[in-house]
C-alpha cells in the first residue's frame, strides 16, 4: 500500500506510560482506535512526539509490535529508527521491520560531525541495508543541522528516499524542495508543522504529520479535507483553531522544565483529560506539569470545543 | 580501586575495526597494550575518540568485554554509556557493568530540549539506578549544551558524581570548577583536551583522557609526570610537541568529510602507520582519509619523532 | 500616509554603488523609479538586501535623502536604523528622520548579550526618543535571536511597535503572531520571505518585504494582487515562478564566497543585466560573482521570462 | 613604542557615564590614573567591557581623546573600531587614529554572513587603509564565528595584522597559534581571558587584556609578573584569588538581566565601590543591578581582600 505516495493527516503517534514507565499497552490500542476512527490516513510511530528519544529498545519494540499489530494494514505504519549513525539506526529498523513496520522515518547522523557527503552516503546505506521505504526526517532542533535541499532531492531522484518528513519550520526550503520535486514520482513531503498546514498543502505538499493530532485528530482531518477540496477559507479557519488549541505545548513554565517536556507533557495530558490515555505521565528526565499548568491546558481544550 | 580518586593520563581507547566493519579483537588488545606499556593510568573506552556514536550494540559490548577482560584490574576502566536520554543510557550502562567496566562515563540528554533541572534529575537517576561510579562528559560539540558549573558542583557534593570528563574546550570555567572543587573530596577532574593539559594540570586537574593519547601514550605519560614533578618547562616542551602533532586531525580535507571523520581516521591511519592495529577504517557514514591525506599523518608523526 | 496600517509589497531596495564605492545616485533613482512603476505600495531602505551592514552613515545619510526626496510622498518610505544597541540606533533613527523617512524599521540589540527584558526596553526607549513609526525587524540569521511573539505582542498592543517586518522564515510562529494581532488595529506584519508570500497573506499578513522585489517586481505586485483577490491558484502559480527566480542567490560558489555576498551580487547582477543599475559591484569585504556565475543568474532571469 | 612587541597587562577600560548617559570624563580619567598607578603596561578603550557596543559616535570619539590625551605615551593606548564591516570599521578607525589612539583592535565582519576569504580581505582592506597597527579580535561570543587559526597566521606573516586578541576562551586553539606563530616576529598575542591568564602566558602568551582588571588592576599586576619571573605557583594563587572574584559577574539574576547587562555592571559597580567612579550606571538597554545584587559585588570584594 506504501509503494504509492502517502498521502494525508499521519500523526506522530504518543507513547503512554504506566506510572512505572512501561509501554501501557491498552492506553496505546485506545489511542490508535482514536486516531483511526477520526479518519488519519497512517501513524508514524517512534517520532519525537513519541518521546523516541526516552524509550529503550524494548519499549520501542512493543510500541511497533501493539501499533502495527492492532491496525493490522488498515493504514500505513512508519516507525522512527533515530539513533546517532548508520550502523544503530540500521538494528533500529530491523527490528521495526520485523515488528510489522511499513517505512522507517531516519534523520541525518546527530551527536557526530557530519559531512553533507557523509550524510548522503548515511541514506544510501540505508537504503542498501533495508526493505522499508525510507523517509528523512529534517529536525534540525533535534539534529542540529539542516538537510539541504539538493540532498533531499539527490536522494529523491536515485530513489534512496520514499519522502521527506520536514520539521524544519522553514517553508520557504520546504517550497523549494516541492516545486523541484513535482516531477519525481513516488517522493512524498509530509510538513511536520501543526501550524502551517494549510500553507504547505497549498505548496503541494502531500500530507502533515502533526504532533498536535494526537489531541485532536478530526481538526486534522478536517483541515486536509477543506485543503484537498480548495475550500482554502475553510481551510484557514480551521488551522486557526488549531494554532489556537497548539497555545497548550507553552503549558510548562519555561523557567522550570524543558520545551519539549512542557509540549509532550501538555499532549499527554490533554489526552488524559479527554479520556483517551490512563496516564500522563512523561519519560524521564522529563519533568511533569504540575496541576496548575494541566489546567491551563483543559482551558485550551475548553476554548478550542474539545473540553 | 575506582574508589580513590581517579587520576593521571586515561586515554579513549581507538575502536579498531575489521574492513567488514566488526570489532577487530586482536587489535583492540594490541592497542590497550601498547597503552598499557607506556605507562597510562585508566582506560575509557566507548568515547568519542572510540566511535562510540557509530557503534551498534553488540559492538559495544564486546568492545567492553575485551578490554576489561584483558586489562584484568591493572588499571580502571570507564566505560561511556552514550545514548538520548535516562533510560536508555541505564541499558548501556548496566550492559557496561556485566560486561566488567568499573566506571560510566555519560552526557547530558541530546536530540531532546532539556532544561537544567532536568540534566540534574538525569545524573540522580542515573546514580539512584547503578552501582559504578558516574563521570559526567561535557562535551557541547556533540551535545550542544554546556554543563553549568553549579550543577556540576552540586552533583558533586552530593556524591552523585565521581568526577568530571571536561570536553568543552572551556579552561576558564574549568578553572572555575576547579578551585570550588577543591574541598570535594573523591571528585576527578579530567581535561578532554590535547592541548593543554599542562595548563590543566596545574589548576588541578586530576588528570587527561587525550585521543590523541592513542596515537602517542608515552608522550602523554611524560607530560603528566613533567606537571607531576612540577617542572612546568619540560611540561611545554612537551606539550607543545604534542600540538605539533595533533594537527594531524587536520589531515582530511574540510571541503570533503567531516572534522569528526578527519580526527578519527587520522588517529586509525596513526595507529596503523605505527604498527599497532591491523585496519585503519571508520564505521559508517564516515569517508575515510585518502592516500595524500594518510601521508600528511606519516609527516606529523615523523616531525614527531614517531615516524 | 502611514498612520494607517501598511500594506502590499514593500521592496527593500539595493542600494547601487559606484566602481569607487559611493552611492550611485542616478541608479538608485532609476531602480526606485522600476519599483514605482511596477506599482510597489512602499519601499524599505537601508535594509539587510540594501546591504546596510556595508553602509558607512555618509552613505546612508544619501539614501535616504535620495530615495525619500524622490519618491515624496507618493509612497511610504521606510529606514532601517541598523546598529547594535539603543543610543546608537537612535542617532540613526534620527538622521532618518531628518533626510525624510516615513518609519523607521529596527532589530533587536545584537553583538551584545541581551535579556528579552533588555530587548523590549530597547523598543520603548526607541519608541520614546522617536516620532515616527516602528517597525521591529526579525531577523534572527544576522541578530542571532528571534523575537518572542509574547513580547511582540505586548509592545504592539502598547503601540509601541506599528509592525512587524518578520525574516525568520518560522511561518508557525508569524501565523501565531497574526492570529493573536488581530484585534490590534494599526500594527502591520509583513513576512521578509521571497518564497511563501501566498501563505503568509492566506495567514493574514499585510504585505511582504521581497528582496527579489528589486529584480522582479511586477511579479511580486501581480503575486498580491491575486492574494486580494482570492485567487490563490493564480497566487501559487506566480509564487512558484518567483520561486525558481529566486534560485539566482545560489549562484554564487559556497567554497568561494559568503551566502549574503552571492544573494546580494546576484540581485545587483540581475538588476544590472536587467538594465536598471550602471554597475553590479557590492560593498566590501563581500566578494565579487565570477563571470560564470553571472552567467547562471542570467539563466535564472531569461527561465523566468524576464532574459 | 608600539612597533615593539605589545606585552603585559591592557585591561580593557571600562567607560563610565553620567547618570544622564554621558562620559563622565571626570571618571574616566581618575580610572586611567588607577590603572597607570597600578603598572598596566597598555590600555584598551572601546572594547566590549567598555560597553563600545551601547556607545554613540560622539562618545567614542570623546574616550579616545580623553584617555590618549591624558596618557600622554606613558603607555599604548589601542582603541576598538567595532562595526559590522569594513568601510564602517574604517571610519571608526580613523577618527580613532584622530583622536590619538596608536593602535586599532578590529573584529571580523558581524551581523552579515561572511566567507573566511571575506574575513581575509577584510583585514586586509583595513591595513590598506589604515596606518595604525592592527589587532584581530576573537570574540565568538559576539561575533558568532571564531577566527581560524590560519587564517590568522596568514594575515600575521603578511604583516597585516600587529596582534590578536583572543577572547574565544578557547586555550586549545590560542596554543596551536602561539606555537606556530613563534618565529613571526612583532606578532602580538594577547589573551582576553580573566580566569586563564598564567596559563596563556606559560603557554607563550604576551599580555592579557581582562576587563576584571579594571577592578583589580594590581592583582593582575602581580600576574603578571609572577609568570615573567617563572614563579607559577605564586601566579597560580593569584590566579585563584581573581578565579574568586571574578564570580562578581554573575551577580545579576540570569531571570531578569542579560549576562553581559551582569558583568558589566558589576564591574561598574565595583569600581563605583572602591570609589574609582562616580557612578555605576550602565547605557541602554542593559537593566541596571538591584541593590542587593550590588551587595552580591561588595561581598566578593570584601572576599578578595578589595573591600
Redesign the interface.
Known sequence: MITDNLRGVVPPVCTPLTPD?DVDVASLTRLVDFLLDAGVHGLFVLGSTSEV?????G?RQRVVETVAGHVAGQVPVLAGA?D?????V??HARAAEKAGADGIVATA???????P???D??FR?LADGLDLPIYAYDLP????IKLPAELVLDLAADRVLAGLKDSS?????L??IL?RARELTGFSVLTG????V??AL??GAHGVVPGLGNVDPHGYVRLYQHCLA?D??AA?RE??RL??L??LVDAGDP???????SALGAFKAALYLRGVIDCPVT?????PLTDNEISLVRDRLVAAGLG
Do not use: C, K
Not at 532542533?141 to 542540529?144: A, D
Not at 508543522?193 to 502551517?196: K, P, Q, V
Open positions: 514507565l528519544a526516552f524509550l529503550p529498545d519499549h533515530i546517532m549513525t548508520t550502523l544503530r540500521l538494528d547522523p546527530f551527536y557526530t560531525r557530519t559531512h557527503a557523509e550524510i552516503r548515511h546505506l532542533v533535534s539534529v542540529h519550520g522553514d517553508d520557504g526550503a517550497r523549494t516545486l508543522s501543526e501550524l502551517t494549510d500553507s497549498h505548496m480548495g482554502w477559507d484557514a488551522q486557526d494554532v489556537e497548539f497555545g523557567n522550570r522544565i524543558g520545551r519539549g517536556s519519560a524521564p528526565p522529563q519533568l
